[in-house]
């Protein structure tokens, strides 16, 4: 089983639409979550994190964590082409380190 | 406020030579975090570094080794360089680690082992 796992994609949303990723964990002592967002050939950039329960609102994005069901998701609202990349999920182990998924390729269409 | 720098930026190494990248942090950020990432694998960590001490380590081989110093700039070295081992090497800070606190990366090392 792995640590963190993301549908791969593609996942494609309309121009203004919502798009939405998740992201489930094994380890129920993680505390914080992250989500990053890698254009190809980039390096990751932070979105943001998040280690409480419930919502927690950016701009467009939204994340949203249910340690109880072991998954953390990402809400984009009004998508825009320039959404169009790879979003990286991670959860800590520790505080030195971070353990990525995949990623889901997310592809906004005009 | 200056970003994770990391230099440089392109590699390009023969099997069997070692190779230094280096890693200059936010300012003020104490911890840094080297990653591989490679298309199927996907971004693997190499080790973190905190005021000149690795905390952790990941499951790389010893040819893989790091090194923090006094200012917080790091580097990683590899030697006996492997084809396997061409990937993009990406450093991240934090001020103390991943814990609740935002953690930003470098623009990363791309390096190509022929």
Redesign the interface.
């Given at each position: 089983q792995k640590e963190v796992e993301q549908n791969s994609g593609p996942l494609s949303v309309p121009e203004g639409a919502i798009a939405s990723l998740n992201c489930t964990y094994s380890d129920r002592g993680s505390q914080s979550f992250f989500w990053y967002r890698q254009y190809s050939g980039k390096s990751p950039e932070l979105i943001m994190f998040i280690y409480s329960n419930g919502d927690k609102e950016d701009g467009r994005f939204t994340a949203q964590l249910n340690k109880a069901s072991q998954y953390v998701s990402l809400l984009i609202r009004d998508s825009q082409p320039s959404d169009s990349a790879t979003y990286l999920c991670a959860r800590t182990q520790g505080a030195q380190k971070l353990v990525f998924g995949q990623g889901t390729r997310l592809t906004i269409n005009p | 406020k200056a970003g994770v720098t990391q230099t440089p930026r392109y590699l390009i190494k023969t099997r069997g030579q070692q190779v230094t990248l280096s890693c200059s942090p936010i300012s003020g950020h104490r911890?840094v975090?080297w990653?591989q990432q490679t298309p199927g694998q996907?971004?693997q960590?190499l080790f973190?570094y905190?005021s000149e001490t690795q905390?952790?380590k990941?499951n790389f081989p010893g040819r893989f080794s790091g090194r923090q110093f006094s200012n917080s700039r790091s580097e990683m070295n590899v030697s006996t360089l492997e084809l396997g081992d061409s990937a993009?090497y990406?450093c991240?800070s934090s001020q103390?680690?991943?814990?609740?606190?935002?953690?930003?990366?470098?623009?990363?090392t791309r390096l190509t082992v022929v």
């Amino acid at each position: 089983q792995k640590e963190v796992e993301q549908n791969s994609g593609p996942l494609s949303v309309p121009e203004g639409a919502i798009a939405s990723l998740n992201c489930t964990y094994s380890d129920r002592g993680s505390q914080s979550f992250f989500w990053y967002r890698q254009y190809s050939g980039k390096s990751p950039e932070l979105i943001m994190f998040i280690y409480s329960n419930g919502d927690k609102e950016d701009g467009r994005f939204t994340a949203q964590l249910n340690k109880a069901s072991q998954y953390v998701s990402l809400l984009i609202r009004d998508s825009q082409p320039s959404d169009s990349a790879t979003y990286l999920c991670a959860r800590t182990q520790g505080a030195q380190k971070l353990v990525f998924g995949q990623g889901t390729r997310l592809t906004i269409n005009p | 406020k200056a970003g994770v720098t990391q230099t440089p930026r392109y590699l390009i190494k023969t099997r069997g030579q070692q190779v230094t990248l280096s890693c200059s942090p936010i300012s003020g950020h104490r911890s840094v975090s080297w990653y591989q990432q490679t298309p199927g694998q996907g971004l693997q960590f190499l080790f973190e570094y905190f005021s000149e001490t690795q905390r952790n380590k990941g499951n790389f081989p010893g040819r893989f080794s790091g090194r923090q110093f006094s200012n917080s700039r790091s580097e990683m070295n590899v030697s006996t360089l492997e084809l396997g081992d061409s990937a993009l090497y990406l450093c991240a800070s934090s001020q103390q680690g991943w814990m609740n606190t935002e953690a930003f990366f470098g623009q990363g090392t791309r390096l190509t082992v022929v």
